[in-house]
């Protein structure tokens, strides 16, 4: 008699597969058993056991002529009873393999959708929870990052500095104006602009940087990997020369990073820079004649 199957707690669909296809081949040898997922268009093999050229995992078995029918071979059923795989063995064995008790097969059938509907919802689980963390972590209006996103990116590069002896720079960017778009055009227009923004500084920047909406008008750009000041410079006039396309605004400042503080100081330091550039761009504009029947520019801030 071969050893009954024995699952750990918690036991993964792919593990319960594999316990039960080895103790039907240890009951009857010879036989090839198979355990699979419906996919559409037949079966994927997910475990196999038996004498000869058995399937491996992941191959696919068409709907007929793949698979035996009758006693040897059992549906596996969510609750609803849709059909979500299969147990059986090879339409080349059934001829020449003893009889196998349907009540045993069922009931191992049974077993496996348990665990497989189990699976399924522990996946969706997971994929729900996914979904909740981004968006918890994302920027609505742009998609962007948001603030805690940010945070836990510059958490995860300190550690990754710390353990390395890495470095890299921040850029702080604020939209200028922005307050006179709100004003003048309306909320809606100065999402738009928002958007705009958040999209023109993304195409500006390389795969290796991140870049977040901090709030209101403010965005942050950790540069990723080894830069140079001549790098970072180029960067930046990127971003300058890509705004300026777009017709977006901005006051710009960067930083770079210093063990001394660590990022969130590097970040403080870009941030001072980007307000020292906006009070600069303040002052320009103060000193520009108003045209007739305008507010001063200096107003918006």
């Known amino acids: 008699m071969g050893t009954t199957p024995l699952l750990p707690v918690g036991a993964t669909f792919c593990e319960a597969a594999a316990a039960v296809v080895t103790y039907l081949h240890a009951e009857h040898p010879g036989t090839t058993w198979v355990v699979t997922r419906a996919i559409e268009g037949g079966h994927e093999v997910v475990q196999a056991v038996g004498s000869g050229r058995a399937p491996r995992s992941g191959d696919f078995l068409p709907p007929s002529g793949g698979l035996a029918s009758g006693t040897?071979?059992?549906?596996?059923?969510?609750?609803?009873?849709?059909?979500?795989?299969?147990?059986?063995?090879?339409?080349?064995?059934?001829?020449?393999?003893?009889d196998v008790p349907r009540c045993l097969l069922e009931l191992l059938a049974r077993l496996l959708s348990v665990v497989l509907t189990a699976d399924r919802a522990r996946a969706a689980t997971a994929r729900r929870s996914e979904v909740l963390q981004l968006q918890a972590n994302s920027d609505e209006l742009t998609g962007l990052p948001n603030r805690r996103g940010w945070s836990s990116v510059l958490d995860l590069e300190e550690t990754r500095y710390a353990e390395s002896g890495g470095g890299g720079w921040v850029i702080a960017i604020d939209l200028?104006?922005?307050?006179?778009?709100?004003?003048?055009?309306?909320?809606?227009?100065?999402?738009?602009?928002?958007?705009?923004?958040?999209?023109?500084?993304?195409?500006?920047?390389?795969?290796?940087?991140?870049?977040?909406?901090?709030?209101?008008?403010?965005?942050?750009?950790?540069?990723?990997g080894p830069t140079t000041p001549e790098e970072i410079g180029h960067l930046?006039?990127?971003?300058?020369?890509?705004?300026?396309?777009?017709?977006?605004?901005?006051?710009?400042?960067?930083?770079?990073?210093?063990?001394?503080?660590?990022?969130?100081?590097?970040?403080?330091?870009?941030?001072?820079?980007?307000?020292r550039e906006k009070r600069r761009h303040r002052e320009v504009l103060d000193l520009r004649p108003p045209a007739v029947g305008s507010r001063p520019l200096s107003s918006a801030g």
């Open 236 to 275: 930046v006039r990127r971003i300058r020369d890509a705004f300026a396309a777009a017709g977006v605004g901005a006051s710009i400042g960067y930083a770079a990073y210093s063990p001394d503080g660590g990022l969130n100081r590097t970040w403080w330091r870009a941030d001072q820079e980007m307000y």
């Open 72 to 98: 040897a071979w059992v549906a596996l059923k969510d609750p609803s009873g849709e059909v979500l795989g299969g147990l059986g063995r090879l339409p080349r064995d059934v001829a020449d393999a003893a």
């Open 176 to 224: 200028d104006r922005l307050k006179v778009v709100n004003d003048e055009q309306g909320h809606v227009a100065g999402d738009e602009h928002l958007q705009l923004a958040a999209f023109t500084l993304a195409a500006a920047l390389r795969e290796t940087d991140f870049v977040a909406r901090l709030g209101g008008d403010e965005f942050g750009v950790l540069v990723g």
